[in-house]
């Protein structure tokens, strides 16, 4: 998988990361296609083979998702990313994550990039904050989010946690300090 995503970084071209995912696509539909054929068939020797082409599809679809999406950020390129405001470094689902800190100018670059982006900011002055530093309207929003493939968060941590039951201010916020941090689900 890294060879793949270094080759992208390093030698491919925007066409090159667009085919990666048009291959990405094109096997999960030939997955989709064997597990239709698996269904449909009769013999036990002929359903074992379906399925296991059809997983090889879909694992292999995956990777070069993942490949295209690694070598974009690195690129700085994220049209294909939707990035999610969160105010905590968590794993919001089973997976395994990339989490590295980040300054507000490349944070801006991920943000301008990204085609969407989604507040799962649960407290008002952590998102005043983050209005603050990227110069954009982003609203508390208390809701379950559940991180998928290829989405990047933008996470918010505090350099100190606030004693139990407090709720900080911008100004306590701004006193203490915070980080700024890239999470990315892997596969």
């Known amino acids: 998988m890294n060879k793949i995503k270094n080759f992208l970084?390093?030698?491919?071209?925007?066409a090159?990361?667009?085919?990666?995912?048009?291959?990405?696509f094109l096997l999960f539909v030939g997955g989709v296609l064997e597990l239709l054929w698996f269904s449909l068939s009769m013999g036990g020797l002929l359903r074992l083979i379906a399925l296991s082409f059809s997983m090889?599809?879909?694992?292999?679809?995956?990777?070069?998702?993942i490949c295209a999406t690694r070598a974009e950020e690195e690129r700085g390129n994220y049209k294909w990313?939707?990035?999610?405001?969160m105010?905590?470094?968590?794993?919001?689902?089973?997976?395994?994550?990339?989490?590295?800190?980040?300054?507000?100018?490349?944070?801006?670059?991920?943000?301008?990039?990204?085609?969407s982006h989604l507040s799962a900011i649960g407290h008002d002055?952590?998102?005043?904050a983050m209005s603050t530093l990227f110069d954009r309207k982003i609203e508390a929003n208390h809701i379950s989010y559940s991180q998928e493939i290829g989405d990047i968060?933008?996470?918010?941590?505090?350099?100190?946690?606030?004693?139990?039951?407090?709720?900080?201010?911008?100004?306590e916020m701004e006193k203490v300090g915070y980080?700024?941090?890239?999470?990315?689900?892997?596969p």
């Open 87 to 115: 105010n905590a470094t968590i794993m919001t689902a089973v997976g395994d994550y990339s989490c590295r800190e980040i300054d507000v100018d490349e944070a801006r670059k991920i943000i301008d990039g990204a085609p």
């Open 179 to 186: 980080e700024l941090f890239s999470i990315i689900r892997t």
């Open 9 to 14: 970084i390093e030698r491919g071209s925007e």
């Open 125 to 128: 002055a952590a998102a005043q």
């Open 56 to 65: 090889l599809c879909f694992l292999a679809s995956f990777i070069f998702r």
């Open 16 to 24: 090159d990361i667009e085919m990666t995912r048009f291959v990405s």
């Open 153 to 171: 968060a933008i996470a918010l941590k505090m350099k100190k946690r606030a004693e139990e039951g407090t709720i900080m201010t911008l100004e």
């Open 81 to 85: 990313c939707r990035v999610v405001f």
